[in-house]
């Protein structure tokens, strides 16, 4: 498998992944370093650019350093206006780097516009049960501390209905991919409020422990 360059390595990981440090839990390290594996694996299934892909990934979320709503053209932005990457890539490749950036949230209504946003959206999308399931929770418990349980839990159900079922808004743009795979466990746990309800209560329960860790 090829990796990227050594020095773009050396570049982004000092300089751009450490600013995830400051986003919510759901879009720390941990979700960057996902998605730069993953884009890399991508890139090399799809004979894309590794380089290319690695930088794409390492700036898709920068953009929620402001508002939420539009980070995906903000940090397309950011990616464009950052004179160092001229270093390894040409005017010509930055500029569909900005696209895919722009392209990689789940609630675009267009489909991405080169194989790198089909690679970043791919890849940013991390779907398992864990990782859907506990950065929902995640999200709610950092950005609504004042519900209660049930609260949560109808939050949480709605965003289920509203993103990854049958009915959601969520596009995967690579057929017969893990994400594809997983996606279709997910839609039937999804369907019956039970099941749906059990995996709430797990994630809920574990997170609310490490949040009083942390008190």
């Known amino acids: 498998m090829q990796n990227p360059s050594l020095d773009l390595m050396e570049f982004i990981?000092?300089?751009?992944?450490?600013r995830y440090t400051a986003f919510d839990k759901a879009h720390q390290m941990q979700h960057v370093t996902n998605v730069v594996r993953a884009s890399i694996k991508l890139a090399n299934q799809l004979g894309a650019d590794v380089d290319m892909a690695y930088a794409i990934a390492a700036y898709h979320d920068l953009g929620l350093e402001g508002p939420r709503a539009i980070h995906h053209i903000t940090s397309g932005k950011i990616l464009i206006t950052d004179a160092r990457l001229k270093?390894?890539?040409s005017p010509a490749k930055l500029k569909l780097m900005k696209e895919a950036v722009e392209d990689h949230r789940a609630?675009?209504?267009?489909?991405?516009?080169?194989i790198y946003g089909r690679i970043i959206a791919e890849a940013d999308r991390e779907i398992s049960?864990?990782?859907v399931?506990?950065?929902t929770v995640?999200?709610?418990?950092?950005?609504?501390?004042?519900?209660?349980?049930?609260?949560?839990?109808?939050?949480?159900?709605?965003?289920?209905?509203?993103?990854?079922?049958?009915?959601?808004?969520?596009?995967?743009?690579i057929p017969g991919s893990e994400n594809e795979k997983n996606l279709t466990e997910i839609r039937k746990i999804i369907?019956?409020?039970?099941?749906?309800?059990?995996?709430?209560?797990?994630?809920?329960?574990?997170?609310?422990?490490?949040?009083?860790?942390e008190i």
Do not use: C, V
Request: proline letters at 5%.
């Open 133 to 135: 399931f506990r950065r």
């Open 87 to 89: 270093k390894w890539f």
């Open 13 to 18: 990981e000092r300089n751009i992944l450490p």
């Open 138 to 173: 995640q999200f709610g418990l950092e950005h609504y501390p004042e519900m209660n349980t049930e609260e949560h839990w109808r939050r949480f159900k709605a965003h289920m209905d509203e993103k990854y079922s049958s009915r959601g808004y969520i596009h995967l743009w």
């Open 107 to 114: 609630s675009a209504s267009h489909a991405p516009r080169s």
């Open 191 to 213: 369907e019956s409020p039970t099941l749906l309800r059990q995996k709430f209560d797990k994630y809920f329960e574990e997170e609310m422990k490490e949040k009083n860790k």
């Open 129 to 131: 049960e864990d990782s």
